[in-house]
């Protein structure tokens, strides 16, 4: 079966940036897993999925407009310490959580004073061109509680 609307994909990747340090994998792990078409991973990364089966590898090397977008310079707020979520001191440079009326984002911290933080509240990918090497294992239909959820259930998707 092929990648492609209403279809789960299980799949282990290694995300690098543009210098090939890698920032996450799923190596290790389980398989991460989305449902194709549902705005589970980014855009880049599911046209680069459309079409593939298991056992295949590739790498998807993406810029900012097809990952996490361009970065914006205004989108910096200083905020109480208290509706940020981190563990032990807050440095500048860190990437914590930020409590929002949607819920918890993640965002990077510029400056931490005693009561307030400086933060910017771009995605702390957003600007970046990534490389995804990916490899597929496994292409199933999605069911119908998946297709009504809009995400995967299972070894690797949304747990209830
Ligand atoms: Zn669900």
Not at 119 to 148: Q, W, Y
């Amino acid at each position: 079966m092929q990648a492609g609307p209403d279809t789960v994909v299980r799949f282990h990747y290694t995300l690098r940036d543009e210098a090939g340090d890698e920032l996450e994998t799923s190596r290790g792990g389980d398989p991460t897993a989305y449902l194709h078409g549902a705005n589970n991973v980014i855009p880049g990364l599911e046209e680069a999925m459309a079409g593939k089966t298991a056992g295949d590898v590739f790498t998807a090397t993406l810029p900012p407009e097809k990952a996490y977008g361009e970065r914006d310079p205004q989108r910096q707020q200083r905020v109480p310490i208290k509706h940020l979520i981190f563990k032990g001191k807050l440095r500048a440079g860190q990437v914590v959580q930020l409590n929002t009326s949607e819920g918890a984002r993640a965002v990077s911290v510029i400056k931490a004073g005693r009561h307030s933080a400086d933060i910017d509240t771009n995605h702390p990918l957003a600007g970046k061109t990534l490389s995804f090497d990916v490899e597929i294992v496994e292409v199933r239909a999605a069911t119908t509680e998946e297709l009504s959820h809009g995400h995967a259930h299972g070894s690797g998707g949304h747990q209830h």
